[in-house]
């Protein structure tokens, strides 16, 4: 009996009706997923092996009934009457025999019940699984077609090779049928998703010249797409949403069918310019940074250093291994600073209590993840909050230092948009922050390495973090006026392979005011 061990939620099923979970937004339920396919897809071969061995067994009675019961009055006229025609089969020895063989061996064994019970047991199977977890509906995939595309958009993805399984320079073997590549062309192209339907479209139409498929997608369905992606386009250009439409082109398709997307033209006019120089800049300088690019001048970078940090006794036995990513505002990455057992510790802990960020919600950052709070007593054998003291000098432990540790997982496609960390709420208004005050640094740490994409990008400072398994950030996510410090805007690009885990802790700023260390930084 296949009971999942691998579950979302821990080994016993949700109390209350069932919660839809966000499958396409988390490494989590997608590995639940494959690992429930695997199960699946037994049952299923098992199923279509006894279906195939049953329709075996079918052709061989059909042929033998039709080799002598047919055969034999076969030369009888059409419109015989059938109780001749039966005289004359019971009055053949061998026709009569066989027949006699056909009633006392096949009908029984004509392999229904084989097949009809590896059918009840399959139904069985999917039941019970799809009982103990709602199964993924059509909210779901549309997060998963969201997520390619948000990866198609960001990374500006070839994507004849994307949809072949060259995932940005890592071949693999699985790519989309033209019927899967035309299915998200029509959903970009019902979402205004104008750029993006187009390469969905001529994918699917070189697929198809190339496989010579006529059968999965219709030529007609095709161009039908094609001509009302166009139409609603330039009917959106005229009315001159090309200033806030981040998926049109420069011109009007019908004029100009290879016109260029205005990504494309802003991504190499906007990436390095200053915010306050062009209000798009921060939208392409995110874009170029999550594509590898620094703008942080070659003089400056060249102040940047690493460092072993023995600043306390502690980090004589296990030297702290420091990067200087920007002196002011301080970005600094630590390395090695936790180890696969906690790092395991954590998933753990989180894993009953994952939950789907709130996604649409006025006032707060869009971001595509699952994430869960995690109190001490929850990962007792990784004292995070101890060792980010020894690292930073900051109070994490104390009361109303900080927050519970937060673990975030992402699955491919999965972001967050920009932001800044420190909330900048009303103290008067809100209890919890005038007991704590606002937040004042960020301590993030890489749970594992991604395969492709999912850096933190930092659009003002004009670079970006690469996560690296076991290493963490810090920055001061407020002035020590205690405003938002505006130059720590940044946000999570979206992961194109891989999965990616983080573990972050906000201190706050009222039992922090005295700790702002200024000698992070080994010249000081
Ligand atoms: O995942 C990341 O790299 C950044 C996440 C982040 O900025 C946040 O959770 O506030
Ligand atoms: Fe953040």
Redesign the pocket.
């Known amino acids: 009996q296949y009971t999942p061990e691998y579950t979302p939620q821990g080994k016993e099923p949700p109390k209350g009706p069932p919660q839809p979970f966000p499958y396409a937004l988390s490494s989590t339920y997608l590995t639940y997923l494959a690992r429930t396919e695997v199960e699946i897809h037994k049952e299923m071969v098992k199923y279509a092996q006894a279906l195939h061995e049953r329709l075996g067994m079918i052709h061989a009675y059909l042929q033998d009934y039709e080799e002598s019961s047919i055969k034999g009055t076969s030369h009888m006229p059409e419109d015989a009457d059938p109780w001749q025609r039966a005289t004359q089969i019971a009055a053949h020895p061998i026709t009569a025999y066989r027949m006699v063989r056909r009633f006392a061996t096949e009908f029984d064994h004509l392999g229904s019940h084989v097949s009809q019970q590896l059918e009840r047991q399959l139904e069985e199977r999917i039941n019970k699984l799809s009982g103990v977890f709602p199964w993924p509906s059509e909210k779901d995939l549309g997060d998963a077609m969201d997520a390619i595309l948000r990866v198609h958009y960001v990374y500006n993805l070839n994507l004849e090779e994307f949809a072949r399984g060259n995932i940005m320079g890592i071949k693999t073997d699985v790519g989309f049928t033209p019927s899967q590549s035309f299915k998200i062309a029509e959903y970009a192209a019902k979402n205004e998703y104008y750029s993006l339907a187009l390469d969905w479209l001529r994918v699917t139409e070189s697929r198809i010249k190339e496989e010579n498929d006529t059968i999965s997608v219709s030529g007609f369905s095709l161009a039908n797409t094609y001509k009302r992606n166009i139409e609603k386009h330039d009917r959106d250009f005229d009315r001159n949403k090309h200033n806030s439409h981040l998926y049109m082109f420069t011109e009007r398709l019908s004029e100009n069918p290879n016109a260029p997307t205005l990504r494309s033209v802003n991504y190499e006019k906007l990436k390095g310019v200053a915010k306050e120089d062009h209000p798009e800049a921060g939208h392409y300088n995110f874009l170029a940074l999550c594509n590898g690019e620094n703008f942080q001048r070659p003089r400056y970078q060249a102040t940047l250093k690493c460092w072993y940090d023995k600043r306390h006794p502690y980090f004589y036995l296990y030297p702290l291994k420091a990067e200087l990513l920007n002196h002011e505002p301080l970005l600094i990455q630590f390395h090695d600073i936790i180890g696969d057992a906690w790092t395991r510790d954590m998933k753990k802990a989180a894993m009953p209590t994952l939950q789907r960020a709130p996604q649409n919600v006025p006032g707060a ?1 869009p ?1 595509t ?1 699952v994430y869960a709070w995690l109190e001490d007593e929850h990962i007792p054998n990784a004292p995070i909050g101890r060792r980010i003291e020894l690292i930073t000098g900051l109070h994490v432990r104390g009361m109303n230092a900080s927050e519970a540790l ?1 673990i ?1 997982s ?1 699955a491919y496609g999965g972001h ?1 948009s920009t ?1 800044f ?1 420190s909330l900048g709420g009303n103290p008067d208004k809100d209890p919890i922050l005038k007991l704590k005050g606002d937040r004042v640094t ?1 301590f ?1 740490v890489y749970l594992n390495e991604v395969q492709k994409g ?3 990008a930092f659009p003002v400072l004009g670079t970006h ?1 690469q ?1 690296v398994k076991g290493s963490a950030v810090l920055w001061y996510t407020a002035l020590k006026n205690g405003q938002i410090d505006m130059r720590m805007l ?4 979206p992961i194109v392979l891989g999965h ?1 885990w ?1 573990a ?1 802790k906000w201190t706050h700023l009222n039992k922090n005011f005295l700790t702002r260390p200024c000698d992070l930084n080994p010249d000081i």
């Not at 940044?490 to 690009?493: I, V």
């Open positions: 950052t971001r993840a937060q975030a992402y967050v932001h960390d960020t993030l999912g850096l933190t973090v996560p940044h946000g999570a690009c990616k983080i972050t």
